[in-house]
């Protein structure tokens, strides 16, 4: 294996000999047009001067087969002229290239005598005869003039099969980031790039309480975007994983000085309220309103334009965003983003040009998760600045050869401080209500970036190459409060406390990759193959801890030394595909692809075989003095441990977990069929069947430990009114079978694979004739089968989903849905089951008098409602556990959630100038969809028991005053 990465480097090195250090993935920030020449009887014409001129400018000479390409090509409107000794010149002008596009055009030369031809209107087609993914460009249009909620996640939701865990109305949910899936891909494998460099956070691992791998590093300036592109699937050797792959290209500054600013406001007095009357003096809202907007604002500047013209441009931006909520209680959950960016490009000559972008964003929020069971003290204060830094190089070289570089540094970090301080213990009451305060939480998250990508053309090849490397250190420290003991009530005043260590890591992630493909065009058909591979690749750093003061002989302090390579995974993961142009008109194309991904691997993954872990002691407590917290005079420690997580109770300095020498990535097997068709000018309608198969994937079992070292001790018997009758038998652990510590192994899961089935429908309609619109729909079926339960299911205990404490549990229903609780980011309780369907839609229309009128609707089946109960008593030696009452976990769901909304706009011209004033109204409806619920049947109480916990927010306006030039 070492000869291979040796192999992979000297690929890498070969690339950076072509054009600097620079990412696998430019072309996804860039667009690209193929030019074809024809002369008047329909041949090719080779030698045609054919020269590019717009946000960047080029020139080239058409090759033997009368074509010339323009590669890494900047967003934007362009214009070629195409002139050849003998021939009259030809203009064409508004030649669209969108990011990771291709625009062809053909041009057609008269011979000499006859007029010139000009601005012949060459817009990028509707249908893309070459395109290898499914991917759905949201333009500076569509960005700018329909009523969004102006964040890439709300852009995110607009396209088929990608969901959210929640609903944001007019920007309630913008001051956290969303945790979405699509298409059966596990969210770890979720991926952002801004200017074609990765700002994927690689943070904490999915066993941990606050995992974020598949985040964003960053919030952004929605202002500052060019375009987005959102890739859900398909063939391109660049795509690494099976997840969201996210791209964002910022604006950039051009010969033609541009600019705009912008004004956005929000508060109480424009929304509406709808909560019942009852629901509002069920949960203590004195006001009566439910969840709601406080104040919003966003107000910021762009301007671009030339430093030196023809040589040098530079662009840059600011902005200011508040938006402060209140909860259904009344809870404030106040964010403010600070957003800065510079980009300046310049050009040697037409083969060579340099880019330098920065990007800052200053994120601040005091109220961090408020909500019904997390009153003010118990929130946390967020605060943590992340800026981006890149340099970039592209290279021509003549017709068949261009390049592209970048090397880029993100600087990264944040820390969570409970608002209650860290000087008392906080407890959670017998309706799961938090109290006094909580847990603080640090990271820091730095990335280096830096390969290459290029592009060599033969007759009907297209040769694509390139290669990368990536390094991820994370440093993870959580703290708990005063003596770090957590009281949790168990039927008051009896209560279970926990003793919990504080918690450090420290890790080091690298990652190698490249890739190679061959697209052949053979006049209607195109047929591409292509190869990657990947070395991932995440190490231990050494760290320490301090102990639990009173519990040192279990909990005390620990040092972990550094472990190289505790997580090695390599694959080769092959991809093909084809296009195929029927009719003479090649207004229909028929696609089909197959790809093989392999999941991207954690960046802190190492710190799973640390001796320092997650770790808890749980006893007994009754609270004698009724303070509601847990005294160490409390603790009923005579009765001995009630279970333990992350430590060895006989050998607490020990580590208790480790990694399957044979361990490797999870894959996912995809199948895409599929067709597009050009309706009309500017209109266009694509189908997609997508048929995927997960295999391998990230099973976290005890160590040693079989299904028939369970037994079953007893039954879990009742009726809920919501449930109906259940009995659900309970199982044990042998003590005899306990791995020391409760250990665990990272392995994959044997026995088992996930499929996922779905049709996606889309129709784009790009503005013309006075109107744009897009609309899609999807059908979604993502599901899990035991092909061998007696390997794949450990405790047979069934639970509505995976936890950190029990990462072996679940529905384990054969067939049944795959669920993901949603946790972090200001969620919790939210357990996300694909939608059976889904409806997308927006558009605006051009009236009369500078009028424009623009709506988007998102609707979509509501989520799993897996009614359990916690804390049960089994018998099990490591501790209690939280048991799935419904027959499964989408036996029960939430009500459908649709939201409306719409623009009214008026806009005054002055020559190139426009001022828009923009009256938005989210949730048109005021429709009060319940979001959550309380599904533990242990709890009572104002929160208890199926109580609703959130609500969608009312109805609400929001003025804009916008102006561009």
């Known amino acids: 294996?070492?000869?291979?990465?040796r192999t992979m480097a000297a690929a890498a090195a070969c690339v950076a000999a072509l054009a600097w250090v620079a990412p696998v993935r430019a072309q996804v920030s860039t667009g690209r047009v193929d030019v074809a020449i024809e002369g008047p009887a329909g041949g090719r014409l080779a030698g045609v001067n054919v020269q590019l001129d717009g946000p960047v400018a080029q020139t080239q000479i058409a090759d033997e087969h009368g074509q010339a390409h323009f590669l890494n090509l900047p967003v934007g409107t362009y214009t070629i002229k195409a002139t050849l000794p003998g021939f009259t010149p030809s203009t064409s002008s508004n030649v669209q290239v969108l990011s990771g596009a291709s625009t062809p055009l053909t041009i057609k030369l008269a011979v000499a005598g006859a007029p010139e031809t000009v601005n012949v209107i060459a817009v990028t087609p509707a249908v893309d005869l070459k395109r290898e993914t499914t991917t759905t460009n949201v333009t500076l249009e569509e960005l700018g003039n329909l009523p969004l909620a102006r964040d890439p996640w709300v852009v995110m939701e607009t396209v088929p099969t990608v969901y959210m865990d929640r609903v944001n109305v007019g920007g309630s949910e913008s001051g956290q980031q969303s945790n979405y899936n699509a298409k059966g891909a596990q969210a770890t494998d979720n991926t952002w790039s801004l200017d074609g460099v990765p700002v994927t956070d690689m943070g904490d691992s999915v066993v941990r309480p606050n995992h974020a791998t598949g985040s964003s590093s960053f919030y952004y300036d929605f202002d500052s975007f060019q375009e987005m592109a959102v890739t859900t699937g398909g063939a391109d050797a660049q795509n690494?994983?099976?997840?969201?792959?996210?791209?964002?290209?910022?604006?950039?500054?051009?010969?033609?000085?541009?600019?705009?600013?912008?004004?956005?406001?929000?508060?109480?007095?424009?929304?509406?309220?709808?909560?019942?009357?009852?629901l509002a003096a069920a949960l203590g809202d004195a006001s009566g309103k439910g969840n709601r907007t406080d104040k919003y604002d966003d107000y910021g500047f762009d301007l671009g334009g030339?430093?030196?013209?023809?040589?040098v441009w530079v662009w840059g931006a600011m902005a200011r965003t508040t938006n402060n909520l209140l909860t259904l209680t009344s809870a404030s959950d106040n964010t403010q983003f600070k957003n800065t960016a510079f980009k300046a490009d310049g050009k040697l000559n037409n083969a060579v040009r340099g880019n330098f972008t920065y990007y800052e964003n200053n994120k601040t929020k005091d109220g961090r998760d408020a909500g019904p069971t997390r009153p003010p003290e118990t929130t946390w204060n967020q605060t943590g600045p992340a800026k981006y830094y890149k340099g970039e190089g592209t290279f021509v070289g003549g017709t068949s050869l261009a390049a592209s570089a970048k090397v880029a540094y993100v600087d990264a970090a944040f820390q969570l401080v409970p608002?209650?301080?860290?000087?008392?213990?906080y407890y959670i009451d017998d309706g799961g209500v938090v109290h006094n305060s909580?847990?603080?939480?640090?990271?820091?998250?730095?990335?280096?970036y830096i390969g290459g990508d290029a592009s060599y053309f033969a007759g009907r090849h297209e040769m694509k190459f390139g290669a990368g490397w990536r390094r991820t250190p994370v440093d993870t420290q959580q703290i708990w409060p005063a003596s770090h003991l957590i009281a949790t009530w168990d039927q008051y005043p009896n209560m279970l406390v926990q003793v919990a260590r504080d918690y450090r890591s420290a890790t080091d992630a690298r990652y190698v990759n490249g890739y190679v493909t061959d697209t052949v065009s053979l006049n209607r058909l195109t047929v591409n193959g292509g190869i990657r591979f990947d070395h991932q690749k995440s190490s231990l750093?050494?760290?320490?801890?301090?102990?639990?003061?009173?519990?040192?002989?279990?909990?005390?302090?620990?040092?972990?030394?550094?472990?190289?390579?505790?997580?090695?995974?390599n694959s080769l993961t092959p991809r093909a595909?084809?296009?195929?142009?029927?009719?003479?008109?090649?207004?229909?194309?028929?696609?089909?692809?197959?790809?093989?991904?392999?999941?991207?691997?954690?960046?802190?993954?190492?710190?799973f075989v640390s001796p320092i872990q997650y770790s808890y002691a749980y006893y007994n407590a009754v609270d004698r003095n009724s303070d509601g917290i847990a005294q160490l005079s409390e603790i009923l420690i005579n009765q001995g441990l009630q279970g333990y997580s992350g430590f060895?109770?006989?050998?607490?300095?020990?580590?208790?977990?480790?990694?399957?020498?044979?361990?490797?990535?999870?894959?996912?097997?995809?199948?895409?069929?599929g067709f597009d068709r050009e309706l009309g000018p500017q209109f266009a309608l694509s189908g997609t069947f997508t048929y995927r198969r997960m295999l391998d994937l990230p099973w976290t079992p005890l160590i040693g430990v079989t299904q028939a070292s369970y037994t079953q001790t007893t039954t879990l018997s009742g009726s809920l009114p919501e449930v109906g009758a259940f009995s659900v038998p309970l199982y044990a652990l042998s003590p005899s079978a306990v791995p020391p510590g409760g250990g665990k192994v990272a392995t994959h899961r044997p026995g088992y694979h996930q499929r996922y089935l779905g049709f996606e429908l889309s129709a784009t309609k790009r503005m013309s004739s006075r109107w744009m619109a897009r609309f899609g729909f999807s059908s979604n079926d993502w599901r899990e089968y035991f092909d061998d339960p007696s390997k794949a299911i450990l405790d047979p205990t069934r639970a509505p989903a995976a936890s950190s404490s029990w990462p072996f549990a679940g529905p384990q229903v054969n067939g049944g849905a795959v669920v993901r609780s949603s946790t972090g980011s200001g969620k919790s309780g939210i357990y996300m089951v694909a939608p059976k369907y889904q409806i997308v839609a927006n558009g605006l229309y051009e009236a009369f008098w500078g009028v424009n009128v623009g709506a988007s609707l998102v609707t979509r089946q509501g989520f799993a409602e897996p009614f359990f109960q916690s804390n049960v008593l089994t018998g099990d030696p490591l501790g209690r556990k939280t048991v799935l009452l419904a027959p499964a976990v989408d036996a029960f769901r939430l009500p459908a959630v649709t939201s409306l909304d719409g623009r009214l706009e008026k806009r005054f011209r002055f020559g190139s100038a426009q001022i828009a004033l923009d009256f938005d109204v989210f949730n048109l409806l005021n429709a009060g969809t319940v979001l959550g619920r309380q599904y533990d049947a242990r709890l009572t109480g104002a929160t208890g028991f199926n109580e609703v916990l959130e609500i969608m927010n009312p109805r609400i306006a929001r003025l804009g005053l916008r102006f561009t030039f």
């Open 306 to 311: 030339p430093f030196l013209k023809d040589r």
């Open 240 to 278: 690494p994983t099976p997840g969201v792959q996210l791209s964002m290209v910022l604006k950039t500054g051009i010969n033609t000085p541009h600019g705009g600013a912008r004004l956005y406001f929000e508060n109480q007095k424009l929304q509406g309220v709808n909560i019942s009357p009852e």
């Open 648 to 673: 060895d109770p006989k050998n607490p300095r020990a580590a208790v977990n480790r990694v399957d020498p044979d361990g490797k990535a999870p894959v996912t097997h995809e199948w895409l069929v």
């Open 438 to 448: 909580y847990y603080q939480y640090q990271s820091t998250r730095p990335q280096r």
């Open 419 to 425: 608002a209650g301080g860290l000087g008392r213990d």
């Open 1 to 5: 294996m070492n000869r291979r990465i």
């Open 577 to 607: 595909g084809f296009t195929l142009a029927v009719g003479d008109a090649q207004k229909t194309v028929v696609r089909g692809s197959y790809a093989m991904f392999a999941s991207q691997l954690t960046g802190s993954q190492a710190a």
């Open 541 to 569: 750093s050494a760290a320490s801890v301090t102990g639990v003061t009173g519990f040192e002989t279990i909990l005390p302090t620990l040092d972990t030394p550094a472990v190289d390579g505790v997580y090695v995974w």
